[in-house]
């Protein structure tokens, strides 16, 4: 069973913290996805990459980094959160872009900012 | 060019009745077509998918309609059960193109 796990279910932070959010995939997936999920809005992609060490900007980037030093982990990093970035978060990951395949879901990260 | 319309917003059916969501798009160089379950506290999960060069693919009790002339496709769950009870988003995609998701249909079935 593919398996897309992020290290938080919950968390609580403080406007201004900087914040990492963690993902590890176990089936050497080529491409890694970061998502915010807000209510009306859908799944909105604000990073992908699709190989160690690459990262393109999706839709919605801006306050947001991204950083992928190895293939099955990628980490979303919130530099100075804000209260707008409270959110639900979703990691996923699927083989290479051009196949249009499957993607799969971590169970999300529920960020509050206060 | 990009958004991926859908509807309804929520939909409540009784058990054994027939739901039906509705996804629309712009982009003729979308070519996959999936669908994806989330249940509360769980991330999405794929439920079902179709290429366009089908008009209709069942899995179950669950049904993609494709028109690719409309540029329209739906999701029907036949015998819907309270099981089935999830949030569902339709999604598009192309040849070197990320998925593009549409906002969500929170169905509700009732026993």
């Known amino acids: 069973d593919v398996k897309v796990t992020q290290s938080s279910r919950y968390l609580v932070k403080r406007t201004g913290e900087k914040v990492f959010l963690e993902c590890v995939q176990d089936?050497?997936?080529?491409?890694m996805f970061w998502y915010r999920q807000d209510p009306g809005l859908g799944l909105r992609l604000i990073y992908f990459?699709?190989?160690?060490?690459?990262?393109e900007k999706g839709d919605i980037p801006e306050g947001y980094s991204v950083s992928r030093e190895k293939k099955e982990r990628f980490s979303l990093i919130l530099e100075s959160a804000s209260t707008n970035q409270t959110s639900m978060y979703l990691c996923?990951?699927?083989?290479?872009?051009?196949?249009?395949?499957?993607?799969?879901f971590g169970q999300g990260t529920r960020l509050t900012v206060v | 060019q990009q958004q991926v319309k859908q509807s309804p917003q929520s939909l409540i059916v009784q058990k054994g009745g027939i739901s039906i969501i509705n996804c629309a798009y712009e982009?003729?160089?979308?070519?996959?077509f999936p669908w994806y379950q989330q249940f509360p506290g769980k991330g999405p999960a794929l439920l079902i998918a179709?290429?366009?060069?089908?008009s209709e693919k069942k899995e179950g009790r669950f049904t993609i309609s494709f028109n690719k002339s409309a540029k329209q496709f739906s999701l029907h769950i036949m015998d819907s059960q309270p099981g089935d009870s999830a949030t569902y988003f339709c999604?598009?995609?192309?040849?070197?193109?990320?998925?593009?998701f549409g906002p969500g249909t929170r169905l509700s079935v009732l026993p």
């Open positions: 982009n003729t160089a979308f070519d996959y």
């Open positions: 990459s699709y190989d160690v060490k690459m990262k």
């Open positions: 999604a598009a995609g192309g040849y070197g193109q990320n998925f593009v």
């Open positions: 996923a990951s699927s083989f290479l872009r051009e196949m249009n395949t499957e993607a799969f």
């Open positions: 089936m050497d997936h080529e491409n």
């Open positions: 179709i290429r366009p060069d089908v």
